[in-house]
């Protein structure tokens, strides 16, 4: 009896709360949850970086800068010799780059790792195709 007259005591209450209090309570909390779900959505949805032309761009200069600086693209090739300050300047000249362009760039991308893990991915793809 005792449960009962618990239940008969909360109906009682809940029923002296007008309609309108109790549906502002639980739309103040629906709105809370669907600003929060839209907000960590759009967190999800910024996660992955497009690469634009000047990503591009760098992320081909960057893999011919490697394949003539030393580095073997393939596994088993001879490693070329190093790159001089004029062989820099004409990989600069070819993908109209200058090291400003570059320095900038690396500024950007030590900023936003995700950027840079991308330009990197397509670095890999431009020496696998031996670009």
């Known amino acids: 009896m005792k449960n009962n007259s618990k239940e008969l ?12 209090g109790r549906l502002g309570g639980v739309l103040k909390r629906f709105t809370f949850l669907l600003a929060s779900g839209l ?12 690469l634009d032309a000047a990503d591009l761009r760098f992320a081909a200069f960057y893999g011919d800068y490697l394949s003539r600086s030393g580095i ?5 090739e001879a490693p070329t ?4 300050s004029a062989g820099l ?6 993908h109209g780059m200058d090291q400003k362009t570059f320095d900038a760039k690396l500024r950007v991308y030590s900023q936003d790792p995700q950027r840079w893990r991308k330009v990197l991915e397509q670095v890999r793809k431009n020496l696998s195709r031996g670009r």
């Open 9 to 20: 005591i909360g109906n009682k209450l809940m029923m002296n709360i007008p309609l309108s």
């Open 39 to 50: 907000f960590l959505a759009g967190c999800g949805l910024q996660g992955e970086p497009k």
């Open 72 to 76: 073997s693209p393939k596994e088993g």
């Open 81 to 84: 010799p190093a790159l001089t």
């Open 89 to 94: 300047d004409t990989l600069y000249a070819r």
